[in-house]
């Protein structure tokens, strides 16, 4: 039996970090699926079309890594395609409080299905998809930070939104 495992996140884009856990987690297992989900609980620049895309391009030079769009249930989708593991990665300390809650909720809700995170590389922990896309929309350069596959997508989305869009939707507290 083939050892399979997903990636899932939002990769609103994806960047070196997440390429970097990608390619750390096809050397353990047959096959990864790196897994777009569609509507994540958050503002996202890139629909899911453009972000599986974007992940396709970024991760085509590795013959073991799928990457496909999915709604719902992470565990749930995980049994659909055969995924035993769940792939998450760490940045800094304040993401093993939110990883170890999924993976506590995940594990009840699918105990076939285990979890790991892998730690980043020190070299991309300060990375994000947020804080790529506030560096480039304020004329910074990033190319340390994603694929030239991603700085044209996000030229081409600042030429369509304009250069004053907020990358995400403002809230005031007060309303």
């Known amino acids: 039996m083939p050892r399979v495992a997903l990636y899932p996140g939002s990769f609103d884009p ?3 970090g997440h390429i970097d856990i990608a390619q750390r987690a096809a050397a353990l297992f047959d096959k990864l699926i790196v897994a777009v ?3 994540p609980n958050k503002s996202l620049f890139f629909s899911a079309e453009e ?3 974007l992940a396709q391009t970024a ?3 590795f ?3 799928e990457v496909c769009r999915y709604a719902g249930l992470t565990v749930t989708f995980a049994r659909s395609v055969g995924a ?3 792939v998450r990665g760490l940045r800094v300390i304040s993401d093993f409080e939110l990883e170890y809650q999924m993976a506590l909720t995940n594990r009840q809700l699918c105990p076939d ?3 790991i995170c892998l730690m980043t590389r020190q070299d991309h922990a ?3 998809a947020s804080v790529a896309k506030e560096v480039f929309m304020a004329g910074g350069d990033i190319t340390f930070m994603t694929p030239p596959v991603v700085a044209q997508a996000l030229a081409r989305k600042r030429e369509i939104l304009g250069a004053d869009t907020p990358l995400v939707r403002l809230v005031s507290l007060g309303e």
Do not use: P, W
Request: cysteine-free; overall charge negative; glycine content about 0%.
């Open 84 to 86: 035993q593991t769940l």
């Open 126 to 128: 300060f990375i994000s």
């Open 113 to 115: 299905v285990e979890t």
């Open 59 to 61: 991760l085509k030079d």
């Open 37 to 39: 989900y569609d509507r």
């Open 51 to 53: 972000r599986v895309a």
């Open 14 to 16: 994806i960047h070196y």
């Open 63 to 65: 013959d073991n890594i």
